[in-house]
Every structure is written in structure tokens, then in C-alpha cells.
């Protein structure tokens, strides 16, 4: 064995005694209270042991759980797919469910957070309900998500002057007018 060097522990337990040294942990150097020693902290964590698993064929891997480990219970029926899940929301709230509208839309942002379209219906159900407050929330999140949202710029524009705040709700019906007439020299014929 090399001198400074002692096998582990688990090398020892291995018969892997002379395969892989380990090093003893140097004592820590005096410093003042708080501050850090110069140079690289002392002494290694020592060499990882793998234990072979119990799939087929003895495969070498690290181990979770041991043998009184239950199987993992079953699985979440998937969400539904966004454009459904948004379907499903718009044809409630046009019913006047909302608290069902409110739940679809949840779904909706679960299943793609970077979606900006139900953050927009989000925003007109808070606007029925009376919450100006979570309204605009819901409107600043879709237009994070989606700037060039015309519909956003437009109810968050409509909703902005409607709260007293001229300048800024004009400034997003200006945008929003910008972003239609864009979109009308886009489309040909």
C-alpha cells in the first residue's frame, strides 16, 4: 500500500483493497472565523462503488430502494391535448360556467405554459367575475408569452382605459391597430 493511503471502507469490503487507494482527509488549516482556506478543500470523497442490479444479465448499476421497495403506484391519466382542453374552456364560459371555464383554462397552462391563448380567456373570465386585477395579470402573461398578440394588445389596451389609464391603454391599441394592419399586408389577394 502507498504511504499517506488506506483503502476505504467499501474497497475493503469489495476485496478491492489494493485496486483503488483512498487518501485521508487532511486536518482543515486554522483560519479566522468565516473565511475561506486558500487552495482546493482537503482530501477526496474516495472511488464510487457499484453494485451489480437485479435486472437480467447481473447489469452494474447504482441501486434505489432495497427489496421491501413497492412498485410505483399508477400513473395520472394524461391532460388533455391543449386545443381541446382550450375548446372545452371557450364553450363553457361562453355558457356562463366559469369556475368550469377557470378550471379547463388551469389545464390548459398546465399542459403548455408558454401558450399565451388560454392566459387571454383566463382574462376575460376574470372580467366577468368583477377581478379587474387578475384580468390585467392575465393579460401581461399572454403578451409575455406571445407579444405580437393583437388580441391581447386589444383587451389589455380596452381594459387599461376602462381602469383610467389613458396613456398606456392607448399605447396598446396603438400596437394592437399596428399589428392588424401587418397582418393585412401579409395576407395576399
Known amino acids: 500500500m502507498l504511504q499517506g493511503f488506506e483503502a476505504g471502507p467499501v474497497a475493503e469490503e469489495e476485496g478491492l483493497a489494493d485496486a483503488e487507494p483512498r487518501r485521508e482527509a487532511a486536518p482543515a488549516p486554522q483560519t479566522a472565523r468565516g473565511a475561506v482556506p486558500p487552495g482546493p478543500l482537503p482530501g477526496p470523497r474516495g472511488p464510487r462503488v457499484l453494485r451489480p442490479g437485479p435486472a437480467a444479465g447481473g447489469a452494474v448499476g447504482p441501486q434505489r430502494g432495497g427489496a421491501g421497495t413497492p412498485p410505483p403506484g399508477p400513473r395520472r391519466p394524461p391532460p388533455p391535448p391543449p386545443a381541446a382542453a382550450m375548446t372545452e374552456a371557450r364553450a363553457l364560459a361562453d355558457r356562463g ?12 397552462i398546465e399542459h403548455d405554459r408558454l ?4 392566459h387571454r380567456l383566463l382574462a376575460a373570465i376574470h372580467q366577468e367575475r368583477g377581478d379587474t386585477a387578475a384580468a390585467l395579470a392575465a393579460l401581461r402573461r399572454a403578451l409575455y408569452l406571445d407579444p405580437g398578440s393583437f388580441e391581447a394588445h386589444l383587451a389589455l389596451g380596452a381594459l387599461l382605459l376602462r381602469c383610467g389609464r389613458r396613456e398606456r391603454g392607448l399605447r396598446h391599441l396603438t400596437t394592437a391597430r399596428l399589428l392588424e394592419a401587418d397582418a393585412c399586408r401579409k395576407v395576399p389577394g
Open 115 to 118: 401558450d399565451g391563448e388560454p
Open 97 to 108: 360556467r366559469l369556475e368550469e371555464a377557470f378550471v379547463a383554462c388551469q389545464a390548459a
